[in-house]
């Protein structure tokens, strides 16, 4: 199976990241430990966490995903086979938020304590703060590279500009780089990223890690009417796409799943790690079986029709913007 490195990181992961937004959520610790478990065993190694998961829960506080993962790497013995990246910057509540480096400083421990680690694969800022300074955030993420307690460093929900004045920074400066990004993006979601970011990322070497993957579920089939949307606690998300041009690429996917002989969300995850600059998409799981297509995905090679037909029916926002 082909790996891919992140930016010049040296770090090098599975074309499937594994989203541990649905621990402490929709996922309890048990099931968790089962779903790591299939995930590694079916040759993924990154985990994406952050934080603030699932703080939106109620009686939640937030970091009880990166509990539950810590947990498990502790139980199982296997940190060294794992890379872990988590994110820091949203709201913990009490005015704990945002990139200052005292913030920073204080997150990064608590991370750590939760991730039962020493080190931190990759830590990404999980949204721009525009009250701090790029020099500031850079300046305590260069501390922590420098301490051992970081590895690597990404963005997420970043602009264009934004950072493409991060990635100047790091070059003129001397602050380490954002070797990653993680957008919004999918067969659905085009246009943000491919119009503005993807130019920037393929340029500077920047590897990408995008995250609803899936739509929130759309892209698996499972919502394909507004009485589908109460089949899951995610349900409601996929409403937005709930229209002629979702409607028209569910059912391009349908025509690309029953040649391939393959689910939809299988499918909609390989156009997504065939595309230019991907590392590799991020998708959750709620249970092994789920999860068993979602990885699959990472050894099937659309054809050629295939690809036409889904760049086809999914560009339209693209081209309109």
Not at 196 to 202: I, S, V
Not at 256 to 283: E, F, K, S, Y
């Amino acid at each position: 199976m082909k790996r891919s490195r992140l930016g010049n990181s040296g770090i090098e992961i599975a074309p499937l990241a594994l989203g541990g937004n649905v621990f402490g959520w929709t996922v309890d610790e048990t099931t968790g430990f089962r779903i790591l478990d299939a995930f590694v065993a079916g040759g993924g190694n990154m985990i994406d966490t952050a934080d603030t998961y699932s703080r939106w829960i109620p009686g939640n506080e937030g970091g009880e995903s990166e509990t539950i993962i810590g947990k498990w790497m502790k139980t199982r013995g296997n940190r060294d086979k794992v890379v872990i990246a988590t994110k820091v910057g949203s709201d913990m509540g009490a005015n704990r938020k945002g990139l200052s480096r005292n913030y920073i400083t204080v997150a990064v421990e608590d991370s750590l304590r939760r991730l039962r680690t020493d080190y931190i694969d990759l830590y990404q800022s999980h949204k721009d703060d525009p009250d701090t300074p790029l020099e500031e955030t850079l300046g305590a993420y260069a501390d922590l590279i420098r301490q051992g307690k970081v590895r690597a460093i990404g963005a997420s929900n970043y602009s264009a500009p934004r950072m493409a004045e991060a990635l100047m920074l790091s070059e003129t400066q001397g602050y380490p780089k954002y070797e990653t990004l993680q957008p919004r993006y999918n067969l659905y979601d085009r246009a943000e990223y491919e119009i503005m970011l993807e130019p920037l990322c393929r340029t500077k070497g920047i590897s990408v890690i995008p995250y609803y993957s899936l739509a929130s579920g759309f892209l698996t089939g499972k919502y394909r009417s507004r009485d589908d949307l109460s089949k899951s606690a995610r349900g409601q998300s996929a409403r937005m796409y709930l229209n002629g041009r979702g409607v028209r690429i569910l059912n391009a996917l349908d025509v690309v799943a029953q040649r391939q002989n393959a689910p939809l969300a299988t499918i909609a995850l390989a156009w997504l790690m065939a595309r230019p600059g991907i590392a590799a998409p991020i998708a959750s799981a709620t249970s092994v079986e789920q999860l068993a297509e979602l990885l699959r995905a990472m050894t099937l090679e659309l054809d050629e029709a295939s690809h036409e037909l889904l760049a086809r029916v999914s560009v339209e926002r693209a081209a309109a913007a």
